[in-house]
């Protein structure tokens, strides 16, 4: 069996498209143009670059677009005090602090101070609390682009075993709530999960959100389940050249497309997905801000 291939590039650009026709029908409707606030503090070269990328697409769906670039000395009173300037901001439907913070930071307390109707990440905690009952809320981007792709390709998922590797509160843990949400059997797996190939070797769905290149291989796998592979590691690639490198999953793409019935790569699957999620979150939360019917 050689599984079908998710094309996250391609859901997102479709996700996009449909988010700048909202965006265009609230310009001409209402006069109203979402505006989406990125923080970056410090200079991690990975932060950089999901910023940059953020706001180039937060413009190209003609959204407004801000980033405040702040030193990595920036003390936590001065971040609190732009985060309460961005909440008061009329003009500012989503707010996204880029974590890592600077360790300085207390990360919990950042996000918390966010505005839960600005939080377009849906880390604050009044989100994670409405997320865990089922009630409306703004939902973490990677886990939500992760249940769009899942749910484009099957339809419903209710009833199917799901397993995610991985327990993080950006990832997994929002991931397994969605999952439980749609009426999945959820188990989540993590870095204590005693014979972790005897517990993925049940599920009709795999989420990998590890951290670990290529760790999930093919014969984990049961015949025709669907994989999502969050995972981004860069590897180095001296066969392509010198100083070059590769991004590879969790998952082990070869072995694992060989015995799943659908698989996302990586580049190409998860990530373009998240920050079309987020573009949309900020669609949603400015229309909630103008009591506006939301985008389906
Ligand atoms: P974290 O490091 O926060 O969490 C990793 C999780 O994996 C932990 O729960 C850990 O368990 C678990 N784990 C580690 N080793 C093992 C193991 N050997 N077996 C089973 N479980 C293990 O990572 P994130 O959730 O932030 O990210 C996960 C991956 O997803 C990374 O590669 C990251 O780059 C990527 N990512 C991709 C995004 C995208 O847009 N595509 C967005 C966000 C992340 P324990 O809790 O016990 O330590």
Redesign the pocket.
Known sequence: MTATIIDGKAFAAQVRGQVAQHVTRLKDDHGITPGLAVVLVGADPASEVYVKSKGKMTKEVGMKSVEHRLADTTSEAELLTLIDTLNKDDTIHGILVQLPLPDHLNEDLVISAIDPAKDVDGFHISNVGLLGTGQKSMVPC?PLGCLMMLRDHHGTLSGMDAVV????N???KPMAQLLLNDSCTVTV?????KD?AAVVRRADIVIA????PE?VPGDWIKPGATIID????RLDAPERGEGKTRLVG?VDFDSCAKVAGAITPVPGG??PM?IACLLANTVTACCRAHDLPEPE
């Open positions: 990677t590797i991985g327990r993080s950006i990832v997994g797996a993590h870095s204590r999960t972790l959100a590890v951290g670990r760790m969050v995972g981004i590691n969790d998860v990530g998240t």
